[in-house]
């Protein structure tokens, strides 16, 4: 027994420890500051070259996801499985013709291909991977989350304003309204977690939910909601694809990029999605908790499931409009998220922390606010079903007069 | 304090666009995201139809009119081989009438599936609904390949008749496709009419009240979503339309998603035609007589059929030649493409295109 828990702690503490090994081996030979700055480097360098390779299985994942429910069976020729087709995607999309167009604004034109990137990679710092696995434990770990998340619309509306692409423009001002708007109640739904925990450190996020023995789902069902949904509409994806909407405005901000730049968008599209789940994971879901398997298992496991209901939500659901979006996030979204701020302040108060007795007061509040939202504004078995009308052949008849 | 000084921006959206449905310029102009102005420019797929017909024999026409409106060959052909049955006075047998029947509301269930599912498409339902959809199309064009030898362009239908019998795998699949449609239909009602999204995207949009519908003279889902209970099946019963019992569906709003309502209330009257057609389909030839040469009598004949668009019309002029001295298309897409503009003014960039899904246009047919 004691020896299958040796092995669990040994798989669950494996990259902690390669670290560790690897930075006792350098001290060997270099000053302490050096070992420090490489270990940094190198923390740095893994993060990304993980951002960058864990796009080749999400993207064949996403497609064969999607394929899956749309009755086909995607991409197959490539690779056993279909599996490299994301290699070929990327041998294309480099050897691909590289355009500028001639009344572009170069210099930004260019740059913005690079912007979104950086923000996508910088979130990767502060989540927790596994026990002990997180490269910046940030005490203003969401804080920091947010402000560098919202970077990202720069570069889309770089990208859109430099293109001089009417499309293009459509699709940057309603990039930069949509961003803006879903911002605020994505983080007004996550307060409630904060003041639950007390830290703004995704950490002790983490830690706090152990300290509960429940994740935050089950005490803050309402502000997860609020908060994927959000999310879904932070990174671009359906139903919330407006700024690309590539029925109506073909493909939006990055319709004049072509090869590697175009690339470059889809990755940090990618990213991003993989970050939101990430957070999500960690803020609601116990982050790198679970039983039996290691930590960082149990993380990557309970992201990608959100992952999958990203790809569900995209092979199921049509796009809303300009106004309904708006709609939704101020009517919605933002009174939801301040319904459920002040009500989980209140209870958090008065109910004891760590305890049942807590969770199942803040559980039932959620409830009580959704059922009275629920009832009072969106009272479902009063909508009128419209039908249409079936003339016999006697009706028109009489009405032909034959 | 002055007012903002705002500016309309004009957008080309097409020829080349995902959603036009073929080569399609619309020139829009814009305030924001809000249409102000429509302009659609059509002929980008212009290819001499009607000048070409003249040239071809009567019978060489048939396989052309295929090329027409691609999606529903049949109810080209029927269309033409009417007019020229019509003109020359030719009663084609009894079998041969219902197997058409049979053909052209297969064609009628293909349209509407593929139009349903292209408005998905249109509303940014990334291909799900529309593949669903053309999984059926599928089934049917198996049925087509099975009777025609081509699935696309059949040239099935003759004058005086249909090219063959069925063949006898025929009859059971269709059957058998018949009777799982209506659970199709439901489940496609069942994931699309009560989706919020689709209810908050489709309703009061692109409003065509009865009185311009005719004004603009559309025919067809189009006009019928508006109120106005016009099927010519029903208004002037041609081929054996009189003998089946079927319901005209009318909508109540003429937005577009009533249209859409229509399109899947037509798929299930198409299925109940279908039903009675197979059950009364009677045994015997299924071609009058070939002769050598075909030459219709001097004259001039319009005939026209409620094709899945709306109403297709043959003008046909014979000088008693083996070649019409005139071949006039009536096309159901081209005319009801004119009440594109009134739909759209005042509502959003998004709403044009689910506004053209919604016309259901093919550009073979408006630009001939």
């Known amino acids: 027994m004691e020896f299958v828990q040796r092995i669990q702690q040994f798989v669950d503490q494996i990259f902690v420890n ?15 500051g050096a070992v420090t700055f490489l270990m940094m480097f190198a923390t740095i360098l893994v993060l990304i070259f993980f951002g960058l390779a864990s796009i080749i299985w999400i993207n064949i994942f996403e497609r064969k996801i999607i394929g899956r429910f749309q009755d086909r069976y995607g991409p197959n020729r490539f690779g056993p499985w279909g599996l490299l087709q994301c290699v070929a995607d990327m041998i294309k999309l480099l050897t691909k013709e590289d355009i500028t167009p001639t009344k572009a604004d170069r210099l930004i034109y260019n740059l913005a291909a690079v912007v979104p990137i950086i923000p996508t990679f910088l979130i990767l710092a502060v989540l927790p991977f596994g026990r002990g696995m997180v490269a910046a434990d940030l005490n203003i770990g969401f804080l920091y989350i947010v402000a560098v998340g919202s970077l990202g619309t720069i570069g889309i509306f770089m990208a859109s304003w430099a293109s001089n692409n009417k499309y293009a423009a459509i699709s940057g001002l309603r990039t930069v309204a949509q961003m803006i708007s879903y911002e605020i109640p994505m983080v007004l739904s996550v307060v409630g977690v904060l003041l639950l925990v007390g830290s703004l450190s995704m950490v002790s996020i983490v830690d706090a939910q152990g300290q509960w ?54 990755l940090a599209e990618y990213i991003n999605a993989f970050s939101v789940c990430a957070i999500a994971t960690t803020l609601f879901l116990g982050g790198w908790r679970g039983p039996v398997l290691p930590s960082w298992a149990w993380f990557f496991l309970k992201t990608y499931s959100l992952y999958l209901v990203l790809i569900w939500l995209r092979a199921t659901l049509p796009r809303l409009r300009v106004d309904q979006l708006m709609n939704f996030a101020w009517k919605t979204l933002v009174p939801l998220a301040l319904a459920n701020l002040m009500v989980t302040a209140l ?54 007069g034959s | 304090m002055t007012e903002l000084k705002t ?59 295929d090329r027409l409106d691609y999606i529903s060959p049949m109810s080209n052909e029927f269309a033409y081989v009417l007019a020229v049955e019509k003109l020359s006075e030719i009663e084609p047998p009894e079998r041969a009438e219902y197997i058409r029947i049979i053909m052209v509301e297969l064609n009628r269930i293909v349209n509407h599936m593929i139009v349903v599912g292209f408005l998905l498409n249109e509303l940014g339902c990334f291909f799900t609904p529309m593949m669903y959809c053309v999984r059926w199309r599928e089934l049917v064009m198996d049925l087509y390949e ?51 999204i689709v209810q908050m995207r489709c309703k009061d949009v692109g409003v065509l009240p009865p009185d311009v ?36 569906v009318v909508g109540t709003v003429g937005d577009v998603y009533d249209r859409y309502l229509v399109r899947i209330g037509e798929m299930r009257q198409s299925v109940r035609i279908l039903e009675q057609a197979l059950k009364d389909l009677p045994e015997g030839e299924t071609a009058t007589p070939k002769k050598k040469k075909f030459m219709p009598p001097e004259g001039d004949v319009y005939h026209r059929i409620e094709a899945p668009k709306g109403e297709l019309g043959f003008y046909l002029v014979s ?8 071949y006039k298309i009536r096309a159901p897409s081209f005319v009801n493409l004119q009440s594109l503009p009134y739909l759209c003014r005042g509502h959003k960039i998004a709403d044009v295109v689910v506004n053209i899904g919604s016309i259901d246009i093919t550009m073979g047919e408006v630009d001939r």
């Open chain 2, 213 to 248: 519908a005719v004004a603009y003279g559309c025919t067809g889902p189009l006009l019928r979503a508006s109120g106005v209970p016009y099927d010519i099946r029903r208004a002037e019963p041609y081929s054996i339309y009189d003998r089946f019992d079927f319901d005209v």
């Open chain 1, 347 to 400: 209870v958090a108060k008065l109910v004891p922390q760590h305890s049942l007795v807590g969770a199942g007061a803040l559980l039932l509040t959620n409830v009580v606010i959704v059922i009275g939202i629920a009832v009072v504004k969106y009272p479902r078995w009063k909508r009128e079903k419209r039908e249409v009308v079936l003339v016999p052949r006697s009706a028109s008849s009489q009405a032909g």
């Open chain 2, 319 to 326: 000088d008693g030649s083996d070649h019409p001295y005139r």
């Open chain 1, 213 to 266: 023995r429940l994740p935050f789902i089950v005490l803050q069902p309402l502000a997860f909601v609020l908060y994927f949904t959000s999310a879904v509409a932070e990174v671009n994806r359906s139903p919330f694809d407006l700024p690309e909407g590539e029925s109506e405005i073909v493909a939006g901000y990055h319709i004049e990029y072509s090869g590697i730049k175009f690339a470059m968008f889809l």
């Open chain 2, 7 to 65: 500016e309309t921006i004009t957008v080309n959206m097409g020829p080349q666009h995902p959603s036009t449905h073929g080569v399609f310029r619309l020139i829009l102009t814009l305030d924001g995201e809000t249409v102000v102005d429509v302009e659609p420019v059509v002929g980008y797929l212009h290819r001499n139809h009607e000048k070409i017909g003249e040239y071809n024999n009567w019978i060489q026409n048939t396989p052309f009119t």
């Open chain 1, 18 to 32: 390669l670290s560790f090994w690897a930075s006792s081996q350098l001290a060997n030979f270099l000053p302490e």
């Open chain 2, 146 to 196: 099975m009777a025609a030898g081509s699935r696309m362009m059949p040239n099935y239908f003759w004058i005086g008749g249909v090219a063959a019998d069925l063949p006898a795998a025929f009859l059971p699949q269709c059957k058998e496709l018949v009777a799982a449609l209506p659970g199709f239909i439901d489940e496609l009602e069942r994931l699309l009419t009560d989706s919020e």
